[in-house]
């Protein structure tokens, strides 16, 4: 389904400051897999992701989606294929705009923006029964502006928002980081039911060893650029909390 | 009260320019200055056409085009060369004032006695009855237009972009043509004030857009202020609360003037008002703050 390969990216390249963020990684993703991956801080999990994302430029390598390079593509062509959830639940959703709004925006990831009046009494109820189905008594505050949610709300949302038009790829990155741990637990149980429902290939960044023990189907731990271990399902079930602590050590 | 009137009227010539400035600098959050010389290009455009013996219809189009082509020039340069939005606006601001003069071909021109959209309406006694039916015409399609506009999915995608860049491109928009279309829809509406303004006034001169983005800013701020105290969210209310902004704006610099300031230092009280308009708040929470 998604295949990386061989790719870096260098910022700042042949300057003092110079940051080599990932270094000739290669990651195959099977169709409906859920990979997560973790490391230290710069490791550049978040940088991969953008890359995939198309946010961010390959200096080398390729992006292949069903076998089709995509690397030169700009994300919101990308955003056909690949949808994203951000770390800030506020980069995800536009604050001034209704949830209705922004989910019409999600209903049309696919499709031109025209003229027209499109959330109508048929979207409305769409709509509501979606967001119904969050168990968070969002469907009545439909016409509420986004940015009078609380944060784990918005993220909740913005998953919703992700399978509103039919997409291959989720990429999360660190979806839970700036919520609680009650809005994390819900976030992530809302994000592994919409992967397995709609059999999305998901790609997981996250700093949190329970989320990654947890989630997923296949565990890789990156450094300095690098993938330095990779784990699947069957090995991933043998791993504990201590043990990965360890890996960061280093550290 | 003639006086007060021609406020009126002047403040609904405006009404097209702060709909513009809502789109540029609200919904978008450009600080779009192209505005002082769009405003000009369109009132140029307008001397030139009727001079010439345009057709009405095609004095408008031309006016509205020019200031679409000078929003796309300010936005291309922002988005494709990456320069900051206010220094894009300046360029082009700068570089209309020659284009302005080149068309027009002198630094003023008296349109009296042309047959303009003023001229054209003729069923009140009253002179300024005619001017202010025909501008609440227009103003009113431009209301319903920029209200559904703005509530299409073209509108909904419009008003991402100038909220959450990230988040519309993820849905699939390029914000980058997304900014074109929208200062260019601004321009447009400013190049019609400009067009008005110069029928209305009956001559176009150079220097007219000079400082015209602040006196557009200051209703701006009157309608946002609204716009807070009514808790207004719909499309609609909202650009009803920025109309009103230009009427409350320009009827306070008429009783100014009324009241006796000279009307050289008109455009130093318009920048006072405004940097009352916008001080105000900050004042109010720092007089809160020293009270603890």
Same mark, same amino acid.
């Given at each position: 389904?998604?295949?990386?390969?061989?790719?870096?990216?260098?910022?700042?390249?042949?300057?003092?400051?110079?940051?080599?963020?990932?270094?000739?990684?290669?990651?195959?993703?099977?169709?409906?897999?859920?990979?997560?991956?973790?490391?230290?801080?710069?490791?550049?999990?978040?940088?991969?992701?953008?890359?995939?994302?198309?946010?961010?430029?390959?200096?080398?390598?390729?992006?292949?989606?069903?076998?089709?390079?995509?690397?030169?593509?700009?994300?919101?062509?990308?955003?056909?294929?690949?949808?994203?959830?951000?770390?800030?639940?506020?980069?995800? $959703? /536009? @604050?001034?705009?209704?949830?209705?709004?922004?989910?019409? !925006?999600?209903?049309?990831? &696919?499709?031109?923006?025209?003229? =027209?009046?499109?959330?109508?009494?048929?979207?409305?109820?769409?709509?509501?029964?979606?967001?119904?189905?969050?168990?968070?008594?969002?469907?009545?505050?439909?016409?509420?502006?986004?940015?009078?949610?609380?944060?784990?709300?918005?993220?909740?949302?913005?998953?919703?928002?992700?399978?509103?038009?039919?997409?291959?790829?989720?990429?999360?990155?660190?979806? $839970? /980081? @700036?919520?609680?741990?009650?809005?994390?637990?819900?976030? !992530?149980?809302?994000?592994? &039911?919409?992967?397995?429902?709609? =059999?999305?290939?998901?790609?997981?960044?996250?700093?949190?060893?329970?989320?990654?023990?947890?989630?997923?189907?296949?565990?890789?731990?990156?450094?300095?650029?690098?993938?330095?271990?990779?784990?699947?399902?069957?090995?991933?079930?043998?791993?504990?909390?201590?043990?990965?602590?360890?890996?960061?050590?280093?550290? | 009260?003639?006086?007060?009137?021609?406020?009126?009227?002047?403040?609904?010539?405006?009404?097209?320019?702060?709909?513009?400035?809502?789109?540029?600098?609200?919904?978008?959050?450009?600080?779009?200055?192209?505005?002082?010389?769009?405003?000009?290009?369109?009132?140029?455009?307008?001397?030139?056409?009727?001079?010439?013996?345009?057709?009405?219809?095609?004095?408008?189009?031309?006016?509205?085009?020019?200031?679409?082509?000078?929003?796309?020039?300010?936005?291309?340069?922002?988005?494709?060369?990456?320069?900051?939005?206010?220094?894009?606006?300046?360029?082009?601001?700068?570089?209309?004032?020659?284009?302005?003069?080149?068309?027009?071909?002198?630094?003023?021109?008296?349109?009296?006695?042309?047959?303009?959209?003023?001229?054209?309406?003729?069923?009140?006694?009253?002179?300024?009855?005619?001017?202010?039916?025909?501008?609440?015409?227009?103003?009113?399609?431009?209301?319903?237009?920029?209200?559904?506009?703005?509530?299409?999915?073209?509108?909904?995608?419009?008003?991402?972009?100038?909220?959450?860049?990230?988040?519309?491109?993820?849905?699939?928009?390029?914000?980058?043509?997304?900014?074109?279309?929208?200062?260019?829809?601004?321009?447009?509406?400013?190049?019609?004030?400009?067009?008005?303004?110069?029928?209305?006034?009956?001559?176009?001169?150079?220097?007219?857009?000079?400082?015209?983005?602040?006196?557009?800013?200051?209703?701006?701020?009157?309608?946002?202020?609204?716009?807070?105290?009514?808790?207004?969210?719909?499309?609609?209310?909202?650009?009803?609360?920025?109309?009103?902004?230009?009427?409350?704006?320009?009827?306070?610099?008429?009783?100014?003037?009324?009241?006796?300031?000279?009307?050289?230092?008109?455009?130093?009280?318009?920048?006072?008002?405004?940097?009352?308009?916008?001080?105000?708040?900050?004042?109010?929470?720092?007089?809160?703050?020293?009270?603890?």
């Amino acid at each position: 389904m998604l295949q990386i390969q061989n790719i870096s990216k260098v910022f700042n390249a042949g300057k003092a400051t110079e940051v080599i963020a990932v270094d000739g990684v290669t990651l195959q993703l099977g169709a409906g897999s859920h990979t997560v991956v973790v490391g230290a801080n710069g490791s550049g999990k978040s940088t991969l992701l953008n890359l995939v994302a198309g946010s961010t430029y390959a200096d080398r390598g390729k992006v292949l989606l069903r076998g089709n390079e995509i690397q030169g593509m700009p994300d919101y062509k990308r955003s056909r294929w690949i949808a994203r959830v951000f770390q800030n639940p506020l980069a995800g $959703t /536009a @604050a001034s705009l209704s949830i209705l709004d922004n989910f019409r !925006m999600a209903a049309l990831r &696919k499709s031109p923006k025209w003229i =027209k009046l499109g959330v109508d009494s048929d979207f409305k109820k769409l709509v509501y029964d979606q967001v119904a189905t969050l168990g968070m008594a969002l469907e009545n505050k439909l016409t509420q502006p986004m940015g009078t949610l609380s944060g784990g709300q918005r993220q909740a949302l913005t998953l919703l928002m992700t399978v509103m038009a039919d997409v291959d790829v989720l990429l999360l990155d660190e979806p $839970t /980081a @700036a919520l609680d741990p009650r809005s994390a637990k819900e976030v !992530m149980e809302i994000a592994d &039911k919409i992967i397995h429902e709609n =059999k999305l290939t998901a790609l997981l960044v996250t700093h949190n060893i329970n989320e990654a023990l947890h989630y997923g189907t296949r565990l890789v731990q990156m450094e300095n650029g690098k993938i330095i271990r990779d784990y699947d399902k069957q090995e991933k079930l043998t791993l504990n909390h201590t043990e990965v602590i360890s890996w960061f050590d280093y550290y | 009260m003639d006086f007060y009137v021609a406020a009126i009227i002047q403040a609904l010539c405006f009404g097209p320019l702060v709909m513009g400035l809502f789109l540029s600098m609200k919904i978008f959050n450009i600080p779009d200055i192209t505005t002082d010389g769009s405003y000009t290009l369109g009132a140029v455009i307008t001397a030139v056409g009727l001079s010439n013996g345009y057709p009405l219809l095609a004095v408008f189009v031309l006016a509205m085009f020019g200031g679409a082509l000078a929003g796309c020039c300010t936005a291309l340069i922002h988005t494709r060369l990456r320069i900051h939005a206010l220094l894009a606006g300046i360029l082009v601001m700068t570089a209309l004032y020659s284009i302005n003069l080149t068309l027009l071909g002198r630094s003023n021109m008296p349109l009296l006695g042309y047959r303009d959209l003023f001229t054209w309406f003729d069923v009140f006694a009253v002179s300024d009855y005619n001017t202010l039916s025909v501008l609440l015409v227009v103003l009113a399609i431009l209301f319903l237009s920029m209200s559904y506009m703005l509530r299409s999915d073209f509108g909904i995608a419009m008003r991402a972009t100038g909220d959450s860049e990230s988040m519309i491109r993820a849905q699939g928009v390029n914000t980058a043509r997304m900014k074109v279309y929208g200062l260019a829809v601004s321009n447009v509406l400013v190049a019609l004030s400009g067009c008005l303004m110069a029928q209305f006034q009956g001559f176009t001169d150079i220097n007219m857009g000079i400082g015209i983005v602040i006196s557009g800013l200051g209703a701006v701020i009157i309608g946002d202020t609204l716009i807070n105290f009514l808790k207004a969210r719909s499309i609609p209310s909202m650009l009803a609360c920025v109309l009103f902004g230009v009427v409350i704006f320009q009827s306070i610099l008429a009783i100014a003037l009324s009241a006796g300031v000279d009307a050289n230092l008109l455009k130093l009280t318009t920048s006072l008002l405004v940097l009352i308009i916008v001080a105000l708040p900050r004042v109010g929470s720092f007089l809160q703050l020293s009270k603890r």
